[in-house]
């Protein structure tokens, strides 16, 4: 039995107070009202189609509102098919919505938000406006533009690639380089990581993270996202995966696939490139141009070789003429001087009979002891004279003996054998040396001498 003291006391049930609460808010909070909150947990039941979102409000990280909220079935679908034509996403936790809401009590359930449309393009503002603080924040630090400074090689011939086995991104970037002539030359070392989503943030930046004790051995670090399209491309604005990759001592080159504008990453990175299929041809093109300039250096060797050959065989033709030439002005010269010799040695020696006849006959009647005395003095003269004149010319047909060897010593040292031997090549057409293009038309035959054989070759092209 209740005491005096409590029966004097005014009571309430329980349910009184709350449907007293209810008609309170309900008379105060007739209206809808629009509110920002961070969605803190969607709380989806694919079973009843309904959400009941975590709604918050944060001040310096702490937590200063916290309220249920409840979207039924049909306006969910109805909010999602909205948010994703704008967004390009679905609406889901962590991000900051403009709600339009009405403040309801239930007596069992509680105070709860009736949630009845979303406004994405509110969302859209506030990722830009992060977008932004994350840009200005890195440039404070002095981190924006420190990747892009980074040198990067002609030919990037290993890669560290962090992406998915499977995804089509990486097997479309595979493809492009497998296909070219240059994939042997590039050498491809994957990473696996998550590419979108918010679990992308740490999974990236793990993956950067082991990669960066061995980043010396690596080019460049390629992102690679295939697929998706515009969805999950919100990771790519995080100051925090933006900072590592900013940091990163080796280039960062990105290929995420999407054609709306740059996300942070993209800005910090070395290089962005729009699809992996880009990026993959952004890598070959230091090869095609390295094989371009190797192609024109073979084309100026090969003509400065040709012009070279060209010169060498002209003037060994002029020096062959010129010597030969020389060589028979010689020959003809030395004979001259032997046959003006032989005829002074004929005429000396007719002189000295002469001389020595005329002076016997003067001398012969009154002188003829003297005379036989001198006679045989003159024929020893004579004798001796006779001896020495053979021994002179032999002497002087040894001197020009010896210049015509010398001569010819020239003539075989500057003859186009000889430069055979020496590692050069002759080519001649009918047995005579080629000296210009124009001699030779497609189908002629041609020998090429070398120093241990030739060879037989037809002009084919010009």
């Known amino acids: 039995m209740p005491n005096e003291t409590e029966t004097l006391k005014k009571t309430f049930s329980l349910s009184q107070i709350a449907e007293n609460i209810q008609a309170q808010i309900n008379k105060i909070y007739a209206q809808n009202y629009w509110i920002r909150a961070e969605i803190g947990k969607l709380n989806f039941y694919p079973q009843s189609g309904h959400a009941y979102p975590q709604l918050l409000e944060k001040k310096s990280g702490a937590i200063v509102a916290?309220?249920?909220?409840?979207?039924?079935?049909?306006?969910?679908?109805?909010?999602?098919?909205?948010?994703?034509?704008?967004?390009?996403?679905?609406?889901?936790?962590?991000?900051?919505?403009?709600?339009?809401?009405?403040?309801?009590?239930?007596?069992?359930?509680?105070?709860?938000?009736?949630?009845?449309?979303?406004?994405?393009?509110?969302?859209?503002?506030?990722?830009?406006?992060?977008?932004?603080?994350?840009?200005?924040?890195?440039?404070?630090?002095?981190?924006?533009?420190?990747?892009?400074?980074?040198?990067?090689?002609?030919?990037?011939?290993?890669?560290?690639?962090?992406?998915?086995?499977?995804?089509?991104?990486?097997?479309?970037?595979?493809?492009?380089?497998?296909?070219?002539?240059?994939?042997?030359?590039i050498e491809l070392t994957l990473f696996p990581a998550l590419l979108q989503g918010d679990p992308a943030v740490k999974s990236i930046s793990d993956a950067l993270d082991r990669i960066r004790p061995y980043a010396h051995s690596f080019d460049a670090v390629a992102i690679i996202r295939g697929g998706g399209g515009e969805t999950g491309l919100d990771c790519y604005d995080s100051y925090h995966l933006a900072k590592v990759v900013a940091s990163f001592p080796a280039p960062v080159l990105t290929g995420i696939g999407h054609a709306t504008n740059l996300t942070v990453v993209e800005q910090v990175g070395h290089a962005h490139f729009l699809t992996p299929t880009h990026l993959a041809q952004y890598i070959l093109s230091g090869f095609e141009k390295v094989s371009e300039r190797i192609k024109e250096s073979t084309k100026v060797i090969a003509a400065i070789r040709k012009n070279r050959l060209s010169k060498e065989s002209d003037l060994l033709r002029s020096l062959s003429r010129s010597l030969g030439h020389e060589l028979e002005v010689a020959n003809l010269k030395e004979k001259n001087k032997l046959s003006l010799a032989g005829s002074q040695i004929k005429q000396l020696t007719r002189n000295v009979f002469l001389a020595a006849n005329k002076r016997q006959a003067i001398q012969s009647e009154a002188l003829s002891q003297v005379t036989e005395k001198r006679l045989r003095i003159e024929n020893e003269k004579v004798t001796e004279i006779k001896v020495s004149l053979p021994e002179l010319a032999e002497e002087l047909i040894e001197v020009k003996r010896l210049r015509l060897a010398s001569f010819e010593e020239k003539r075989r040292i500057l003859d186009p054998i000889e430069t055979l031997k020496r590692g050069y090549s002759m080519t001649v057409k009918d047995g005579k040396p080629i000296g210009s293009n124009a001699e030779l038309n497609e189908g002629d035959a041609i020998v090429t001498k070398m120093r241990d054989g030739e060879v037989k070759s037809i002009v084919t092209k010009k």
């Open 66 to 185: 916290d309220i249920r909220g409840f979207i039924p079935k049909h306006k969910y679908q109805q909010i999602q098919s909205n948010f994703r034509k704008v967004h390009g996403d679905e609406m889901k936790d962590g991000m900051q919505v403009l709600l339009l809401t009405k403040v309801q009590f239930h007596p069992v359930y509680g105070l709860s938000l009736l949630i009845s449309d979303v406004d994405p393009s509110f969302t859209l503002g506030e990722m830009a406006r992060l977008r932004k603080e994350a840009i200005l924040r890195l440039k404070r630090e002095g981190l924006f533009d420190l990747n892009s400074k980074l040198n990067t090689p002609l030919l990037f011939k290993r890669l560290a690639v962090i992406s998915v086995e499977t995804s089509k991104g990486y097997h479309d970037f595979c493809e492009v380089l497998n296909a070219s002539l240059y994939h042997s030359g």
